[in-house]
């Protein structure tokens, strides 16, 4: 069965710094592109950065620069470095998978930041 599951998020400070990881199993996951999104309370989930299988990286304009998504097809792992974060970051971070769309998620992790 397909799984992604996310891990590492937690409560940081203001200008802290979090790396999310995902897992997936159970699809290939050499040939998807994978993509973190984020959900925060009251609002719609967003893309926060989008991966090709060949390592090609697409972030959303507000986030390039904070934000750095990484991943390696021999770990079936995706990674989301997040810096300066700021508490307007927090949210439910998601993984997701896809080809022409995005067709499996995970679970999601909190991220909270706040002083």
């Known amino acids: 069965q397909v799984q992604l599951v996310e891990s590492g998020g937690g409560l940081v400070q203001p200008g802290g710094s979090l790396r999310l990881s995902c897992a997936a199993s159970?699809?290939?996951?050499?040939?998807?592109?994978m993509g973190w999104f984020r959900q925060a309370p009251g609002q719609e989930r967003e893309l926060v950065a989008r991966?090709?299988?060949?390592?090609?990286?697409q972030y959303t304009d507000s986030l390039m620069g904070r934000f750095t998504i990484s991943r390696d097809n021999t770990k079936n792992t995706v990674w989301l470095q997040m810096n300066n974060l700021k508490p307007e970051d927090t949210a439910v971070y998601y993984c997701?998978?896809?080809?022409?769309?995005?067709?499996?998620w995970g679970q999601g992790t909190q991220v909270s930041v706040s002083s």
């Open positions: 997701a998978a896809g080809l022409t769309g995005w067709k499996y």
């Open positions: 159970g699809f290939t996951f050499g040939i998807y592109g």
């Open positions: 991966i090709t299988s060949g390592g090609t990286a």
